[in-house]
C-alpha cells in the first residue's frame, strides 16, 4: 500500500522566515493535495498538483511536484503568524482519482512573532 | 468552492449510547462521500467510502457493526457511533470528491468525546 512520509513532523520558525515542508511517496503520485489543518478543525484545501514539474502558488506558499511524481514540497515565504497550524500531504489512491486520499503524518508549523 | 457541512462538531455522550454524525454537500451532488478518523496529534486514517445508495466499504480493521453509515441521499451521508466506549472519542471527519474528482472537499470535523 502506498504511504506519505512528511517532514519535519514539526517546525517552529521566527516570523519572516522561510520554510519548506515535505512530503515524499512510497509510491508514484498521481494526485497531490496539501491541506492545512488547525488543531482539532478541518482541513482547507491549498493546493492540488498532478503533473511532474508542477508548480503552484498561492499568495506566499508554493508546492512543486517533482518530475518523477513520488516528492512534494510545501514552501512558505516570509512567515506569519497566520501560517501555524499543521499541514498534510494527501495522496489519492491509485490512478483513479476519486477524491478518496491517503495522509502524511503531518506537519505542525508553530511562527512565533 | 464547493461546501461540505458536518454536524454536530461537537459531542459528548455516555458510555453505551449511539451518536449520529452528519456530512451534507451543500451545493452540489456527491454520490461518494469518505469518512475519517483522526487521532490526538496523528494524521487522518481513511474508516470508509460512503456509497449512495448501497453498502459502504470499510477499510481493514474497522468494526461496520460499530461504525454504521448510511448514505440515504446525493447530498447526505451519516455516520453513526454505536454503543460508544471511551476508546471511541475521536475527531471524524467526512469528505466529499468535487467534479472529476480532482478535488476533496471536507467538513468541519465532529470531536466526539465518550464519558
Known amino acids: 500500500s502506498q504511504e506519505l512520509e512528511q517532514s519535519p513532523q514539526s517546525l517552529i520558525v521566527q516570523e519572516g522566515k522561510n520554510l519548506t515542508i515535505n512530503c515524499t511517496s512510497s509510491k508514484t503520485l498521481y494526485g497531490l493535495y496539501w491541506y492545512k489543518q488547525k488543531y482539532g478543525e478541518g482541513l482547507i484545501f491549498l493546493m492540488m498538483?498532478?503533473?511532474?514539474?508542477e508548480e503552484k502558488s498561492h499568495e506566499k506558499i508554493t508546492a512543486k511536484l517533482d518530475e518523477k511524481k513520488q516528492q512534494s514540497s510545501l514552501h512558505i515565504t516570509a512567515s506569519q503568524p497566520s501560517h501555524a497550524g499543521i499541514y498534510l500531504c494527501?495522496?489519492?489512491?491509485?490512478?483513479?482519482?476519486?477524491?478518496?486520499?491517503?495522509f502524511g503524518q503531518g506537519t505542525t508549523l508553530q511562527v512565533k512573532p | 468552492g464547493a461546501v461540505v457541512s458536518q454536524h454536530p462538531s461537537r459531542v459528548i455522550c455516555k458510555s453505551g449510547t449511539s451518536v449520529k454524525i452528519e456530512c451534507r454537500s451543500l451545493?452540489?451532488?456527491?454520490?461518494?462521500m469518505f469518512w475519517y478518523r483522526q487521532f490526538p496529534k496523528k494524521s487522518l486514517m481513511l474508516m470508509a467510502t460512503?456509497?449512495?445508495?448501497?453498502?459502504?466499504?470499510?477499510e481493514q480493521g474497522v468494526e461496520k457493526d460499530k461504525f454504521l453509515i448510511n448514505h440515504a441521499s446525493l447530498t447526505l451521508s451519516t455516520l453513526t457511533v454505536t454503543s460508544a466506549h471511551p476508546e471511541d472519542s475521536s475527531f471524524y471527519i467526512c469528505?466529499?470528491?468535487?467534479?472529476?474528482?480532482?478535488?476533496?472537499?471536507f467538513g468541519q470535523g465532529t470531536r466526539l468525546t465518550v464519558v
Open positions: 469528505s466529499a470528491p468535487g467534479v472529476g474528482s480532482t478535488e476533496a472537499f
Open positions: 498538483l498532478q503533473k511532474g514539474g
Open positions: 460512503s456509497n449512495e445508495g448501497s453498502k459502504a466499504t470499510y
Open positions: 451545493d452540489f451532488q456527491a454520490t461518494t
Open positions: 494527501g495522496a489519492g489512491h491509485g490512478s483513479s482519482n476519486t477524491g478518496k486520499l491517503i
